[in-house]
């Protein structure tokens, strides 16, 4: 399949570090607006063309996919003009900034029989999907206590006076939407939706560079930290009254995870079937358009809408507004 990849930055060159891995996908194209940086990026990974005009990239008939590795707030935009040329979509999170807009991506991805997910490698993981078929294992859940906290190499700079896109709400940045998102997803994966949203959150200049989101369900309590402007052990817990789950590390690695249960020798799990966390999901997506798995494209999207959401009451919650 050919892929155009939008973007350049670091999300970007991850991928395309393993996208040799990858032998589905031939990497047609790529877009963006700094063709000495495209070029180089070209050159090192074998990508065919270079665009930095978007209707031309579009217009390529290599080109039947697109990744959106872009800032948040220009995800609608350009996977909207990509589902309308007819090129199916794979969008880095946030798939959108408010629930409308990843509603219309999803009335033209159905309409036109197009795939569109969102590449969010936790729902796309095995060790991911061996925590949720553990959970039984645990007896009735409690509490779920997850803590992505990660010092950001540019909150020095945001805090001398300079607006960049990581911590700009216009460009829909903060904490909650970039690594507090990972958070949502690993918890509305497993418990689906909650009851209550509260985020309480440290606000500079109208943007959350941490916070504290609670979650709860009627037989479940759910604490997720998420912080930008300092560091902290990275770790999940979910706890039952048979027994824990421990994930150590970022939630959308799931690298490995510790099942503990009552009266039983700790058992530790890892299934993954690549060191990378983006392959699998790269993978999902490749099969669904082989496929034409609208029903799966349609279950990946409830997902995604319903942890939209759930971030949405949680900024509302917080008096934070996004992308204005």
Same mark, same amino acid.
């Given at each position: 399949?050919? &892929?155009a990849v #939008? ?11 393993i996208?040799?891995?990858l032998?589905e996908f031939?990497l @047609? @194209?790529?877009?963006?607006?700094q063709?000495?940086v495209?070029e180089g *990026?070209s050159e090192?990974y074998?990508i065919r063309?270079?665009?930095?005009? %978007? =209707? ?9 996919a $697109? %990744?959106?590795g872009?800032?948040?707030s ?9 589902? &309308? ?6 969008c880095e999170?946030?798939f !959108?900034l408010n *629930?409308e807009e990843?509603? =219309?991506l999803? /009335?033209i991805?159905? =309409?036109r029989? &197009?795939m569109l997910i969102?590449a969010i !490698? ?5 060790n991911?999907?061996l925590?949720?078929e553990?959970l039984?294992?645990?007896?009735? #859940?409690k509490?779920?206590q997850?803590? %992505?906290s990660?010092?950001s190499?540019?909150?020095p700079a945001?805090?001398?006076?300079e ?7 216009a #460009?829909?940045g903060g904490?909650l939407m970039?690594?507090g998102?990972?958070?949502i997803?690993?918890?509305v994966g497993? *418990?689906?939706?909650? /009851?209550s949203v509260?985020?309480?959150?440290n606000?500079e200049r109208?943007?959350?560079t941490?916070g504290v989101?609670v &979650? ?12 930008k402007?300092c560091?902290?052990?990275?770790q999940?817990?979910v706890?039952g009254?048979g027994?824990?789950? $421990?994930l150590?590390?970022p939630?959308?690695?799931c690298?490995?995870? !510790?099942v503990m249960?009552t ?5 530790r799990v ?6 990378h966390?983006?392959?699998e999901e790269?993978?999902a997506f490749?099969?669904?358009v ?5 029903a799966?494209r349609d279950e990946?999207?409830?997902?995604s809408e @319903?942890v939209? =959401? $759930? ?5 509302d919650? @917080?008096?934070i507004?996004?992308?204005?």
């Amino acid at each position: 399949m050919g &892929l155009a990849v #939008l973007g350049s930055g670091m999300i970007v060159q991850d991928f395309l570090s393993i996208a040799s891995d990858l032998p589905e996908f031939d990497l @047609a @194209a790529i877009f963006g607006n700094q063709r000495d940086v495209l070029e180089g *990026l070209s050159e090192t990974y074998g990508i065919r063309a270079v665009y930095t005009d %978007y =209707e031309e990239c579009l217009a390529d008939p290599a080109v039947e996919a $697109v %990744y959106v590795g872009l800032p948040n707030s220009l995800h609608f935009g350009f996977a909207r003009r990509a589902l &309308l040329a007819g090129k199916h979509v794979i969008c880095e999170k946030p798939f !959108t900034l408010n *629930l409308e807009e990843l509603r =219309e991506l999803r /009335v033209i991805a159905s =309409e036109r029989g &197009l795939m569109l997910i969102e590449a969010i !490698t936790t729902q796309y993981l095995t060790n991911y999907r061996l925590i949720k078929e553990a959970l039984p294992t645990l007896g009735a #859940l409690k509490l779920i206590q997850c803590n %992505y906290s990660q010092y950001s190499s540019r909150y020095p700079a945001f805090r001398r006076g300079e607006v960049l896109p990581a911590f700009d709400p216009a #460009l829909g940045g903060g904490a909650l939407m970039d690594i507090g998102i990972y958070n949502i997803h690993f918890v509305v994966g497993l *418990l689906g939706k909650p /009851v209550s949203v509260t985020y309480s959150a440290n606000i500079e200049r109208g943007v959350d560079t941490s916070g504290v989101l609670v &979650l709860e369900y009627p037989t479940c309590r759910v604490v997720c930290v998420g912080a930008k402007d300092c560091g902290g052990p990275v770790q999940s817990l979910v706890q039952g009254d048979g027994g824990t789950i $421990v994930l150590d590390g970022p939630p959308n690695l799931c690298d490995s995870f !510790t099942v503990m249960r009552t009266g039983e020798d700790p058992l530790r799990v890892d299934e993954k079937v690549h060191p990378h966390r983006m392959v699998e999901e790269f993978r999902a997506f490749a099969l669904m358009v082989r496929t034409s798995d609208t029903a799966g494209r349609d279950e990946r999207l409830s997902h995604s809408e @319903a942890v939209l =959401e $759930v971030a949405a009451r949680a900024l509302d919650s @917080a008096g934070i507004r996004l992308g204005v």
